[in-house]
């Protein structure tokens, strides 16, 4: 696949995510613990897997058994993976 063909590939697939965030950002943000949506890569252990996915941000990372299953986020959301990360409380200076 030449540089080109990828650098497409990416920008494809980026876009679909960022279509697939403004459509479900505000519903995201409405649940608790909730503290942001992006765009990146899908982490395993801290580290990227290199897979791109929606990333929500959370101010602390609960079990699903502690959440009522309305504000569970799903692990898929229009066939884009969805990867919660863990950033704890961000404040504006």
Same mark, same amino acid.
């Given at each position: 696949?030449?540089?080109? =063909? *990828?650098? =497409?590939?990416?920008?494809?697939a980026t876009? %679909?995510?960022?279509?697939?965030? %403004?459509?479900?950002?505000?519903?995201?943000?409405?649940?608790?613990? $909730?503290?942001?949506?992006? !765009?990146?890569? %899908? *982490?395993?252990?801290? *580290?990227?897997?290199?897979?791109?996915?929606?990333?929500?941000?959370?101010?602390?990372?609960?079990?699903? =058994?502690?959440?009522?299953?309305?504000?569970?986020?799903? !692990?898929?959301?229009?066939?884009?993976? $969805?990867?919660? *990360? /863990? !950033?704890? /409380?961000?404040?504006?200076?």
């Amino acid at each position: 696949m030449s540089m080109e =063909s *990828q650098y =497409s590939d990416l920008q494809a697939a980026t876009e %679909r995510v960022l279509a697939v965030k %403004r459509a479900h950002e505000h519903e995201l943000l409405a649940k608790p613990n $909730v503290v942001g949506v992006g !765009v990146g890569y %899908r *982490q395993t252990g801290g *580290q990227p897997t290199g897979t791109l996915a929606l990333v929500v941000m959370v101010t602390q990372k609960l079990p699903p =058994s502690l959440l009522a299953p309305e504000d569970q986020i799903p !692990v898929w959301i229009e066939d884009v993976p $969805v990867d919660v *990360q /863990e !950033v704890g /409380e961000i404040t504006a200076f």
